[in-house]
């Protein structure tokens, strides 16, 4: 192993290769002693400010194991390798991208709440596909209420905390008619929609209404790929979306597709039912349509669409900044109740997490 210091950083050597160029201030605002850190908690405390950002070690010693540096102020740092490599693990499952012939997976109800190995195995699918289902929960309404353990809090949005679909309830939306609803996500009319819904049907004796689902990443992958242009006026261009009744008006004016700084797909606002006129005078307008277009058609492509039928007691949750939810047009011949509630994939993901940890991943 050999180091070398440079103007700003240290480089670590190893079998000729670089293995780590390290700027003298990451090393320093990654010091893990008991000033630079709250004990307790693990929190940095150290402020970059609070040295100059000129500043050099005055003395390096690297082992196999670990860096120590002397600063000028004779503060020591010491940072173990085994740190630094652990930060390249990746945090969460990888994606796997599906079109029709897909179908989510079933987990029981009792199982995912009592046992976390069937809670580990659930949501790294879910965190994967952005789709599972749920069998067998209780067909007694506010039931959602009770995955809160496991999902974490309800992500309450206007109208209702537990959402009520079905045709003889409160009409605000189209999934409150017997009509086909094509895939959307819900409440794209929210600057931040929710991330996770939960569909739980509790009675379903009509014919037809059968459940469609749509994954939006692998649409977006596809139009990335064939229409390069229109991806890039969906990305951009903002677009309204309006959900309202008599005592609730939510807006939000966003693109539709949401792109990280690395450039990934990280979010997809689709609801022909929300979404508002857009101003004619608005630049690239014209543009944007065909674009739109495009991708209208895609969506709703039944090469795209997973289709099955959602009975009584079971829950479909979806990832819902990716996967889009629908159904198809049921006849209102018998009992037809859903519930509807929302979560977010931070807190499924942090659980996750967790539950790998206890179990000793
Ligand atoms: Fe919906
Ligand atoms: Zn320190």
């Not at 390798?81 to 009792?110: G, H, M, V």
Request: charged letters at 25%; hydrophobic letters at 35%.
């Amino acid at each position: 192993m050999d180091v070398q210091i440079s103007e700003s950083s240290l480089k670590i050597i190893k079998n000729k290769k670089l293995e780590y160029e390290l700027p003298f201030l990451w090393l320093r605002d990654n010091c893990p002693c008991n000033n630079c850190r709250v004990r307790e908690t693990q929190e940095k405390r150290f402020m970059l400010s609070s040295i100059p950002v000129d500043l050099k070690p005055k003395i390096v010693n690297v082992n196999e194991n670990a860096i120590n540096i002397f600063w000028p102020d004779d503060h020591e740092t010491s940072i173990n390798f085994k740190d630094i490599e652990f930060l390249t693990q990746p945090r969460k499952p990888k994606k796997i991208l599906w079109a029709d012939t897909f179908i989510p997976n079933y987990y029981d109800w009792s199982e995912l709440l009592q046992n976390n190995d069937v809670a580990i195995e659930a949501f790294s699918d879910f965190i994967s596909t952005g789709a599972i289902c749920i069998k067998n929960s209780p067909c007694i309404p506010n039931s959602l209420e009770k995955l809160t353990p496991k999902l974490g809090p309800i992500r309450e949005v206007l109208f209702e905390r537990i959402h009520n679909v079905s045709v003889d309830g409160h009409v605000y939306n189209i999934a409150h008619t017997s009509l086909e609803v094509p895939p959307h996500n819900d409440f794209a009319s929210y600057s931040w929609p929710p991330s996770v819904q939960a569909l739980h049907m509790l009675e379903n004796e009509c014919s037809g209404g059968e459940s469609m689902i749509v994954d939006g990443y692998k649409v977006l992958s596809d139009l990335r790929e064939d229409c390069p242009n229109f991806f890039d006026v969906l990305r951009t261009f903002t677009v309204p979306f309006r959900e309202f009744d008599e005592e609730n008006e939510t807006y939000a004016n966003e693109p539709i597709i949401r792109l990280n700084s690395l450039n990934e797909v990280i979010g997809f606002r689709y609801s022909n039912q929300l979404m508002q006129m857009i101003d004619p005078r608005k630049q690239n307008i014209d543009l944007f349509y065909k674009a739109y277009h495009e991708l209208c058609k895609r969506v709703n492509d039944k090469k795209y669409k997973s289709i099955f039928r959602l009975d009584a007691g079971n829950i479909l949750l979806v990832s819902s900044h990716r996967v889009l939810h629908g159904r198809k047009e049921f006849k209102p011949d018998g009992k037809r109740h859903l519930q509807d509630a929302y979560y977010e994939l931070d807190n499924i993901e942090n659980n996750l997490f967790l539950y790998k940890n206890l179990r000793g991943n």
